[in-house]
């Protein structure tokens, strides 16, 4: 099987479009992590991600007839727009099926490539069956954003410049995997020549369908994925690729949100370039790897596949990548309601930077307060300020890796309603377009009193809600089959402390 692969990679026709990227050290990671890690900048590429490659290459190897009829794809994306490019490089036509969430960026780099761009649904199952409906309607050819033998040998020619660009020994490459074509074509091509090279995947720890495979032994469909990183949220892992994935894939990391946006401003540190979630999951695994396994003075290798992010999403980021960083703390703190009980604990908290600092008066006993500090992994983890404020006396609780209190409680402290009763807090994920949270709203429905809502817009394919529902104890039993009934990802935080501190 490798061999296959291996001459389909070696004869694949990708620089029609693509450009050989450069294998660019990280200087400063690899200083502070004690490794040497180098970054494949598959984000230059013309349509800034390495989808190009697979895209092109299975055009190439279309027939006359085939051409003529033109092609279709479905895709929130990169696949997208290196179909849109390949096509307009062939001078044929593209169809591109888009769910109406994807980002408008990307919808315009199909569109200023060629593609014709068709928006149908609010996800990608949907957008698929359309493409497929067109299929047989139009009797166009479907080109596979993964699962085919001549887009995994277009996404293989990365680890034939990888392996060329760098002479000596590689101890380790990591690859973002979402349906498998670009991990399977770098495992295909360095397992067959250089079999002690370990090949590892990185997922979000949200959408993991290649780890979920390799545990079961099969492909399997995860019943949620997560959408932070857009371009690998896939429920199934492809058929082609796991074949080659089971065999040669060495294992599979999966990295928080939190982790990946860390990710995404070391490579920022190191390149002075903007990477998209889905594209910093190679930095985060290494990270993750290198603290795990304890190792030094190796080569690590990252993929950086991709720089299509929304500008909006950026503050997300910057939101979070201190706390992935291990370099900043969320905690809660009860002080005494009295005068001098703020300047007590900004002595307790020391040289400390306090990054937030949220409070509201609520009753003349204690005063609950929301604050961000500052911290280092090393030199001043977390764990030792909560525990340096408990010695002084102050009750705290670690909110770090609190969903609920880092997306909305941090924006809505002093919320506390006394007279509110029978209240159940519920936090919501639902896909993010024109009109959108109103659909939420009307499907939520007038049943239960509203008595506190929380929306953000994050720039990203999903909007986050927080709301609270006064309902009557004995209609508890009802809940679960109503919100099933709006079909949107949910969670129940009514028992989540930080909804209790500061909101309930």
Request: aromatic share 8%; hydrophobic share 40%.
């Amino acid at each position: 099987m490798l061999e296959h692969y291996v001459k389909k990679i070696l004869t694949s026709r990708v620089y029609d479009v693509a450009i050989e990227t450069p294998l660019q050290p990280a200087r400063q990671l690899s200083e502070r992590i004690g490794n040497q890690i180098l970054l494949k900048r598959e984000d230059l590429q013309p349509v800034f991600s390495f989808k190009v490659r697979g895209a092109y290459n299975k055009l190439a190897q279309l027939s006359a007839e085939e051409l003529a009829r033109g092609v279709v794809t479905a895709s929130a994306g990169n696949h997208a727009q290196g179909v849109a490019l390949a096509a307009k490089q062939l001078g044929i036509k593209a169809t591109i099926v888009m769910p109406r969430t994807t980002p408008e960026l990307k919808v315009q780099g199909v569109r200023a490539r060629g593609g014709k761009v068709v928006l149908h649904g609010d996800a990608f199952p949907e957008a698929l069956a359309y493409s497929l409906k067109l299929v047989e309607e139009k009797g166009y050819v479907y080109i596979h954003p993964y699962d085919d033998p001549d887009v995994i040998a277009g996404q293989g020619t990365v680890a034939m410049e990888i392996l060329r660009q760098h002479q000596g020994p590689i101890d380790a490459i990591f690859v973002p995997v979402g349906g498998g074509g670009l991990v399977a074509g770098i495992a295909a091509y360095v397992k067959y020549l250089y079999p002690q090279t370990k090949v590892i995947g990185v997922e979000p720890d949200d959408s993991n369908c290649l780890q979920a495979a390799m545990a079961a032994g099969e492909r399997v469909v995860l019943e949620q994925v997560g959408l932070f990183a857009d371009g690998v949220a896939v429920a199934q892992i492809g058929q082609h690729t796991f074949e080659i994935c089971r065999h040669y894939v060495d294992e599979v990391i999966t990295v928080s949100t939190d982790e990946i946006c860390a990710a995404i401003k070391d490579i920022y540190d190191d390149t002075r370039s903007i990477t998209e979630p889905a594209g910093a999951l190679s930095v985060a695994g290494i990270k993750k790897y290198v603290e795990r396994e304890g190792v030094s003075g190796q080569v690590l290798v990252g993929i950086d596949s991709g720089a299509n992010v929304n500008f909006d999403r950026l503050r997300h980021v910057a939101e979070r990548a201190e706390l992935g960083e291990k370099r900043e703390a969320i905690i809660a703190v009860t002080i005494p309601e009295q005068p001098g009980s703020f300047k007590a604990f900004c002595e307790a908290i020391g040289k400390r930077q306090i990054t937030e600092f949220n409070y509201r008066y609520h009753t003349d006993r204690e005063a609950h307060i929301f604050v961000g500090v500052q911290t280092h992994p090393e030199n001043d983890p977390r764990a030792a300020l909560v525990q340096g404020l408990r010695d002084k006396g102050f009750p705290v609780l670690d909110l770090t890796d609190n969903e609920l209190a880092k997306l909305h409680t941090r924006h809505m402290v002093g919320g506390h309603a006394v007279g509110v009763s029978n209240e159940m807090v519920l936090r919501f994920e639902f896909p993010e377009r024109p009109g959108a949270l109103f659909n939420f709203l009307n499907k939520l429905g007038g049943r239960w009193n509203i008595s506190m809502f929380h929306y953000r817009n994050h720039g990203a394919a999903d909007g986050r809600v927080v709301a609270g529902l006064q309902v009557p104890a004995d209609e508890r039993h009802l809940v679960p089959a109503a919100l099933d009934k709006i079909g949107y990802r949910y969670w129940d935080e009514s028992e989540n402390p930080a909804y209790k501190l500061f909101l309930g």
